[in-house]
């Protein structure tokens, strides 16, 4: 079933509002469109990428009947502060996670991750935190936003290295969903992120290619805080 027909099963639809990420494609407002709900955008934490609790919680109104949260590149929201906050206020809690691989596959990913967390210069590597799967492995470019990062990606790309922008506009920031909203953590996330590959098909050589290529670019930019 999907994010729409879940949310109109359990009786949200015209007049309320439902909580959700701007920070990731339109498909969760889009959902919650379809339900004949409004979507209302939170931020995120920087660290997981996924909903910040403390940001649902600023953003419930006396409307809100659910939220809606994306598992983001592998790692998991803090779900249990989010379903004790759906339980405070009384509001439906959806998850929307991406397609697991196979262990053997995460594993692999796991292990090439940590090469790169071990070698990377002057770039921010992810946090791993518990049960990461690495479905992305999402780096922040230090410097200034977003012209240094897609100047990186830039340099990288000539050099072989098959990396991309993880989120180029983040939903509120779409002409359909366009709301006046702070949600600085979701823009320096949208600004400054790219992912590089992890999959579990690289070779040593090609890893050691991609920790060779932004080595040599990141004495350029600012060191990783």
Known sequence: MGTAAMLRAAGVGVGDE?????????EVAEAVTLAGALPVFADIDPLTYCLDASAVEAAITARSAAVVVVHRFGRWADIRRLHALGQRHGLL???????????????QRR????????????VRTPDGGDGHTYQQYVVRVPGNGRPDRDAFARALRGKGVDCRVPVK?????????RRCVSLPETERAADETLALPVDA????????????????????LQPAF
Do not use: W
């Open 18 to 26: 439902v909580v959700v990420p701007a920070f990731g494609n339109a």
């Open 93 to 107: 809690v959806l998850e929307q996670g991406e397609s697991e691989a196979p262990y053997d596959e995460i594993a």
């Open 111 to 122: 292990q090439r991750a940590g090469y790169l967390d071990a070698k990377l210069r002057g």
């Open 169 to 177: 506009t983040p939903v509120h920031r779409l002409p359909e969903f």
């Open 201 to 220: 098909s690289l070779t040593k050589r090609e890893m050691q290619r991609i920790v060779s290529a932004c080595n040599a670019l990141g004495g350029l």
